[in-house]
């Protein structure tokens, strides 16, 4: 792992750290160099890191669960995605989940200490009759449980997105996935610009955003950082990191670029971009980040809980105790929660924005990465 390259300059990432701090955005070419980290410098990139993600949220970590409430059976190609019309992979393919099934799930989530109930469903976006299914189990969630909720629809027209608020949606979560650039390379049947036009949508009314993105697809280091400063522009308030678990059937089967090391720069870039966004490390944690999967804790302050769309995570207990070995904590689940949140991002903006970081103490004890 050890790449030769001088490991003597671990300051250049604590003046990053300090730069993003006082309110200076990471410029492309930062990210880049970000990118670029040599392995021996990781430890310090990521104690820099820590120091950013300590100040607008401790060592607080934000846990959601993911239901799929429909799954398969999408004509969309995208090429990553195992319920695409394109992929033989080998899922469970099901129409919308009733009622009394989210319900249930919901109350799970709840019980394991999750903040956030995502309710996930494949295909271009909802039909008529689905968008009032969602509608209607929010409502009767948002009376009954201290959960924030988070729909992953698809594509939505403002008309849409307008019902879910109503509805009591917090978030809608449509991810960018990756550049303009490369976004044609791994779906034909929507655009890049289809997906920003929903963002805008679910903006306008009145929602949080959750859009991420898919690292690992054959896309360059520039897409991922073109991809981390777009999602700056739209201000999303959390952005889930996905590492390609290349599913056996898809178009991208095989596909393995990825390393740990690599994973955990793209973590810190994510966090250096958006120092007051949620990170989240979503699918492929296991997977790409193996041994090293409690370091991106110090750059992301997010996880699922539990499975992925279409394929396992490790245990609820596992999670807890990567979490309690690190000394950090579970935020806790509800409403209230999440309104302290956003309440203590905002000082954090403001204080960035009047004059240097008043918490620059913070490092991180990790040892060499994987050597
Ligand atoms: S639109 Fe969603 S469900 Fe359909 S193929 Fe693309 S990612 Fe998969």
Redesign the pocket.
Known sequence: MVDGTNAATPARWEQLATQVLDGRPLTFDEGLSVLACADLELPALLAATYRVRHRVWGNAVQLYFLKNAKSGL?????G??S???VSSAPIEKYRMNDEATLLASARAAAETGARTFCIVT???GPTDRELDHVVQVVEKIKRTLPLNICCCL?LLEPAQAERLAAAGVDRVNHNLNTSRRFYPEI?TT?TFDDRLATLQAVRSAGMELCSGGIVGMGEADADVVDLALALRELKVESIPVNFLHAIDGTPLQGVDRLNPRYCLKVLCLFRLANPNSEIRIAGGRELHLGWLQPQGLYAANSLFVSDYLTTKGQSPEDDYRMIKDLGFVVAAPGPETAAAIRAQRAAAESAAATGPAADASCSVPCGPAGA
């Open positions: 999408c004509g969309e190609d995208c990553y995605c319920q695409s019309k494949a295909g271009r698809g779906c929507h």
